[in-house]
């Protein structure tokens, strides 16, 4: 290893032995509750999974972070207290956090459990940070996806915290932690129940020779035969503007960060994280197969790039705001 640190999803036991496996130095996972962000039907680790995953990652010189980091029920934090009790007992080595109080409590009760601030939190500028860091402790910022890459080496200069930042995967047009549309369409948000726009609400249709995908009873988009149906969001729908169907809001394409992996390490980036806990063990296994081969690159001066169009959402890529050029 080279001093960074490739950050890897796993939804469930065998995403996380394919993580491990093809080379990840961290594996990030939730408990099976609203604890975490991706709370979805199948997927997650109970108590007996984690402590058997912590065991296969230890093994093989691999970290395991726990997310809790979704916000807990006013007046109703046990769930989101057990997790982090049962973290610290696990003996996982660092918890994800976005919630304060959630922060406070860890600080207070489990002193030595590493703390990481989630994206969730936002937090993307140096008084941001300095607050978290000065009140918690937190060792490390997960850093919301809205950074270009000299934005992050301004950060970086002015904090005392590891960063990390996510390369691959679903990218959100939404603020980490602000987002209210799941909620709008389907009663369930990611900030409280950990599931943006949760399955039970999808459904599928044909209708006069289009595919239609339906989200809490909205239409989100129409597909021909041989366009590739998306999950439907609401931040990535298609809609009627103007007299014209286009996303109004954000295109159905993943993050791909490689080719500029060498500029995150020279803003000073730590951690680099796949996205994609609800993604199966073949995903996982060749995502992290090839960004394992990208950062061990950085070593020879001749950077490795695969193509990954074959798993990308929407079978196409961008760096997202990491270029950006707008205000």
């Known amino acids: 290893m080279n001093g960074l640190e490739l950050v890897c999803p796993a939804g469930t036991p065998a995403a996380l032995r394919a993580a491990v496996d093809n080379g990840a130095d961290a594996v990030y996972l939730g408990f099976r509750d609203a604890t975490?962000?991706?709370?979805?039907?199948?997927l997650n680790f109970s108590r007996a999974e984690l402590e058997d995953g912590i065991a296969y990652a230890h093994g093989r010189d691999c970290r395991?972070?726990?997310?809790?980091?979704?916000?807990?029920?006013?007046?109703?934090?046990?769930?989101?207290h057990r997790?982090?009790?049962?973290?610290?007992?696990?003996?996982?080595?660092?918890?994800?956090?976005?919630?304060?109080?959630?922060?406070?409590?860890?600080?207070?009760?489990?002193?030595?459990?590493?703390?990481?601030?989630?994206?969730?939190?936002?937090?993307?500028?140096?008084?941001?940070?300095?607050?978290?860091?000065?009140?918690?402790?937190?060792?490390?910022?997960?850093?919301?996806?809205?950074?270009?890459?000299?934005?992050?080496?301004?950060?970086?200069?002015?904090?005392?915290?590891?960063?990390e930042v996510f390369v691959f995967g679903g990218l959100c047009v939404m603020a980490e932690g602000r987002c209210a549309l799941s909620s709008y369409v389907t009663g369930e948000s990611p900030n409280t129940n950990g599931a943006c726009s949760p399955a039970s609400a999808v459904r599928y249709e044909?209708?006069?020779?289009?595919?239609?995908?339906?989200?809490?009873?909205?239409?989100?988009?129409t597909f021909a035969a041989d366009e590739a149906a998306g999950y439907p969001t609401l931040c990535k729908g298609r809609f009627v503007a103007r007299g014209e169907a286009s996303y109004l809001?954000?295109?159905?394409?993943?993050?791909?960060?490689a080719s500029i992996i060498p500029d995150l390490v020279a803003?000073?980036?730590?951690?680099?994280?796949?996205?994609?806990?609800?993604?199966?063990?073949?995903?996982?296994?060749?995502?992290?197969?090839?960004?394992?081969?990208?950062?061990?690159?950085?070593?020879?001066?001749?950077?490795?790039?695969?193509?990954?169009a074959a798993v990308a959402e929407g079978g196409s890529k961008t760096v997202g705001a990491y270029d950006k050029v707008w205000k």
Not at 64 to 80: E, H, Q
Not at 277 to 303: H, M, N, P
């Open 36 to 42: 975490n962000a991706r709370n979805f039907p199948g």
């Open 64 to 80: 395991i972070f726990l997310a809790v980091n979704t916000f807990p029920t006013a007046g109703d934090p046990g769930a989101w």
């Open 83 to 163: 997790a982090l009790d049962d973290a610290a007992r696990l003996d996982v080595d660092a918890v994800i956090l976005a919630d304060i109080g959630l922060l406070d409590y860890a600080a207070s009760k489990h002193p030595d459990l590493r703390r990481h601030l989630s994206v969730q939190a936002a937090a993307s500028n140096p008084e941001a940070v300095r607050f978290y860091q000065d009140a918690f402790d937190i060792k490390r910022v997960v850093l919301p996806r809205v950074l270009n890459v000299a934005e992050i080496a301004a950060l970086n200069a002015e904090i005392g915290v590891e960063t």
């Open 206 to 221: 044909v209708k006069d020779g289009l595919l239609v995908s339906r989200l809490g009873g909205f239409t989100i988009n």
């Open 249 to 257: 809001f954000e295109d159905p394409v993943s993050l791909n960060a």
């Open 267 to 308: 803003a000073g980036v730590t951690g680099f994280k796949i996205e994609g806990r609800q993604r199966g063990k073949a995903y996982i296994a060749k995502v992290v197969s090839s960004f394992r081969r990208t950062l061990d690159s950085l070593e020879s001066g001749r950077l490795a790039v695969d193509d990954l």
